[in-house]
């Protein structure tokens, strides 16, 4: 028995780890944390200090009950947790739940999964830090307090199912706000001038007028000054420039720069950099500061010089700027400088290599710059022409890495041909565009945590899984927003000539930008009004200030909590009793056929259409919003078309034919078939001959293509992308195959491919009981008996599992059927 036990988080950060430490160390994981509050009740006292009731679930009850019986084994105990405030939290949990004597207990913390951090911590270990932990758990018990108050007055005043967040809440409030003003913004029109000349050797350049004209009339006159004008080089200005490399990642610009640069997501960032950090590639990845230690600076220095040359490196430090700034104490950086790509999974690669490129970039020279300002004047007014360009007279890091923007409308310099004073040019075209003022950009994810980062509104660790909650509670959605068509007009002189067009554009399109739904903006909404403390962004802020105060020990988490608990629960209970509900109710007009209200609002299965109130004898008329309607733009016309559905066309092959909105989309409805309607196709505009041609479609579609051992095989496309059905099996059918043309042999060995691979993910099937356990996601196992399913904690071994073993997990995992409650008549 090895004498020492070490303790992480996870098990790749354990099968990390063990790779440093000798044969008198075992290193185990502690899957996360092992105890929390509960899930069914509140578990604070409120009435009292504000203790947290802390349990053990279910899951991790085995994890203890081991790492209990080794740490009695062992001489020496080693907490190895994450150096932030949840590691320290999880390293107290692990002292107290496994019962630690502190004599035989220490605490090590690294940020860096190699051999050195690891020894050296090991040498300088110390105690758990209960300012830290204090500060973890006045976050926890107050997002907690906040949740379980506000989520249940949502429930009563707007809609069951629904949740609160302090800091989730203050996010959606920021993209509902956003949303708003892109609604009310008025487009304001001018004429932008954009000229192109060439030299007399031809060379062809762009430039602009600084100023735009308000009206065609002005922009018209202008171009008419122009049409026997000659042009030359007014003024000619060159001047030296340096542009300095960005500083290295912390985890708010890492996951804005993979955003802008590899697409990724920001809770998809922080799962290949977890996983960067476990094996031991990278530092650790939650943190705000952009410091590099000396070590680091020292690799980084002997790297460039290597790879690129002494007139590359230039070593410096960076401070941040980050409200609150704490956490780990360095940038995310790689681990060894030498490494520049690493042959693992494909993302992780190309995070691990954005990461290196940003480190090494923020060590090495600026880059040596050459301006040039040209103005162009013409001889028949005094307006003058400008014209940019940048030359790079050395590339220092720009060698490596150019940090990404979030603007849109960014315009790089480019090359300009070489110029003099005095000299003619040749004008080949000049323009007048209408163009129109713009309103601001809905925001990404990336610019979502820039903006909260600014407010100084969670940390690193809240990001991610904060963004991910709003869009899985339906608040807000990564929306693609179609626009509309715009007309501008456009001016051109090109040979003594002046033409006028019409063009359009479509304006107001975006793609997976965040655009919050109609629940999100009618919770936003009721929370303002009512809770306008808590959705205060100042007020969040300050919050996350008094956490860090705590985490630095000058204030007590206890009195922070009653001070916060005095003023909240007095206005949650206000609100519970006396608040209207909230609905989002518009009042669109009068329906001209019975004279009754027209309007829309939420109601429990989604927005809806209602002619008609309460109060009337005549019941109210429904209809629901199709998936791309909302409450807060949605015309009368529009509610009103929404009456004419669903609409029954005719009889084709004997079945009624209909159209109708539904759920997830327009469909046309055949017997007892659903056909979707093509994108860009309105359920009104629908005829006869448009749904025979889609029920054609759809039957051929769903015609057998092929038949295997007895079962018919058919193909569709799916949300996964193209599959093909057998035996009632579903097989995605990868880029690999010709979709459009497979082959029987194609087919055959898609079927044979699959039912190896369910095959290869049976571990025990005892057919006589109808029950077997199956390989699941990320290490898990199910345990299947019909139509019940079990899954199984990553601690349970199902190796050697019996029947009996298994008929005891679903016995006690099982989800339990509901009994329906008797009618009771009432005595007349």
């Known amino acids: 028995m090895a004498k020492n036990l070490v303790i992480v988080e996870s098990p790749a950060k354990a099968k990390t780890i063990e790779k440093f430490l000798g044969k008198d160390f075992k290193v185990e994981s502690s899957f996360g944390h092992i105890a929390d509050l509960p899930s069914k009740e509140l578990g604070v006292d409120v009435d009292g200090d504000f203790k947290p009731k802390y349990v053990v679930s279910k899951d991790k009850k085995a994890v203890v009950k081991k790492l209990k019986d080794l740490a009695k084994k062992a001489e020496m105990v080693w907490l190895a947790s994450d150096e932030d405030r949840e590691g320290e939290a999880i390293a107290w949990h692990l002292a107290e739940s496994l019962g630690l004597d502190k004599a035989k207990t220490k605490r090590i913390v690294f940020h860096e999964i190699t051999k050195t951090a690891i020894q050296k911590a090991i040498e300088n270990p110390r105690g758990i830090d209960y300012n830290l932990v204090d500060a973890q758990q006045a976050r926890r018990v107050l997002d907690r ?3 379980y108050e506000l989520s249940p007055v949502l429930w009563r005043k707007v809609k069951g199912g629904l949740s609160a967040g302090r800091v989730q ?6 993209i509902v706000e956003r949303e708003r003003e892109i609604e009310g913004f008025k487009p304001v029109a001018s004429y932008r001038i954009d000229a192109e000349f060439s030299t007399q050797e031809g060379q062809t350049f762009k430039a602009k007028l600084p100023k735009n ?12 000054a122009n049409v026997a004008a000659e042009f030359k080089v007014a003024d000619l200005q060159k001047k030296p420039a340096k542009k300095a490399p960005a500083p290295p990642f912390t985890t708010s610009t890492l996951q804005q720069e993979a955003s802008r640069k590899l697409y990724f997501s920001v809770s998809k960032t922080m799962t290949m950099a977890q996983r960067l950090y476990e094996a031991g590639l990278i530092t650790y990845m939650r943190t705000d500061s952009v410091n590099l230690s000396d070590e680091a600076r020292n690799g980084a220095q002997r790297e460039i010089e290597a790879a690129y040359g002494s007139e590359y490196s230039k070593p410096r430090n960076y401070k941040g700027k980050a409200k609150g700034a704490q956490e780990a104490h360095e940038a995310i950086r790689p681990t060894d400088f030498s490494r520049h790509t690493v042959n693992i999974d494909r993302d992780q690669a190309r995070l691990y290599e954005l990461i290196w490129k940003r480190a090494i970039a923020s060590q090495m020279s600026e880059a040596q710059l050459e301006r040039t300002n040209v103005k162009i004047n013409a001889t028949t007014h005094n307006e003058l022409f400008t014209a940019n360009g940048e030359m790079i007279k050395f590339d220092g890091f720009l060698k490596v890495y150019l940090e990404g923007t979030d603007d849109e409308d960014n315009e790089q310099d480019g090359m300009l041909p070489k110029l003099t004073v005095n000299e003619l040019l040749l004008n080949n075209i000049i323009t007048a565009t209408q163009r129109f003022t713009r309103p601001p950009y809905r925001f990404t994810e990336a610019s979502l945590v820039k903006k909260l980062e600014e407010l100084g509104i969670g940390r690193p660790s809240t990001y991610a899984p904060t963004i991910s909650t709003i869009q899985n509670r339906g608040y807000i959605e990564k929306g693609t927003v179609e626009g509309v068509a715009r007309k501008y007009s456009q001016l051109t002189l090109q040979d003594g000539a002046i033409a006028d067009v019409t063009l359009t554009e479509n304006v107001g399109s975006d793609k997976g930008k965040l655009v919050p739904t109609d629940i999100g903006m009618i919770v936003t909404d009721f929370l303002v009004n009512h809770f ?3 959705l205060d962004y100042n007020f969040t802020a300050k919050v996350e200030e008094d956490f860090d105060e705590i985490a630095e020990g000058k204030v007590d988490w206890e009195k922070m909590m009653k001070a916060f608990y005095k003023d909240f629960h007095p206005t949650v209970e206000d609100v519970q009793e006396n608040a209207e509900r909230e609905s989002g109710e518009r009042i669109l007009g009068t329906d001209p056929q019975t004279g009754r209200q027209v309007s829309v609002r939420l109601g429990r299965f989604g927005p809806m259409v209602q002619i008609g109130t309460v109060d009337e004898e005549e019941k109210p008329l429904f209809a629901s919003l199709s998936p791309d309607q909302q409450l807060n733009t949605i015309t009368f016309e529009e509610a009103m078309d929404l009456f004419k559905l ?11 034919v209909e159209v109708n909105n539904g759920r997830f989309g327009p469909y046309v409805k055949f017997g007892k078939k659903y056909i979707s309607l093509p994108k860009g ?7 006869m001959s448009d749904a025979i041609e889609l029920i054609k479609e759809k039957q051929k579609a769903d015609a057998p293509i092929y038949h295997y051992n007895g079962h018919d095989v058919t193909k569709g496309k799916g949300r996964f992308g193209p599959f093909i059905k057998w035996n009632n099996i579903f097989i995605n059918v990868n880029k690999k195959y010709d979709w459009d043309n497979l082959s029987n042999e194609d087919i055959e060995t898609l079927i044979e491919d699959k039912l190896q691979k369910e095959r290869d993910k049976l571990i025990h099937n005892w057919e006589e009981a109808g029950i077997r356990v199956e390989k699941a996601r990320w290490g898990r196992h199910n345990i299947i008996k019909g139509k019940t399913k079990v899954e199984l904690p990553k601690t349970v071994d199902v190796t050697d599992m019996t ?8 016995e006690k995992n099982a989800p339990k059927k509901k009994t329906a409650r008797k009618k009771t008549t009432k005595k007349k």
């Open 145 to 147: 307090i906040v949740g």
């Open 169 to 174: 809440s203050v996010s959606v409030r920021l």
């Open 213 to 224: 004209f308000d009206t065609k009339e002005a922009a018209l006159a202008f171009l008419e």
């Open 532 to 534: 306008e403390t808590i």
């Open 646 to 656: 669903p609409k029954q066309l005719g009889t084709y092959e004997d079945e009624t």
């Open 681 to 687: 196709m309105e359920p009104l505009d629908v005829e």
């Open 803 to 810: 029947l009996e073993e298994a008929e005891a997990h679903l």
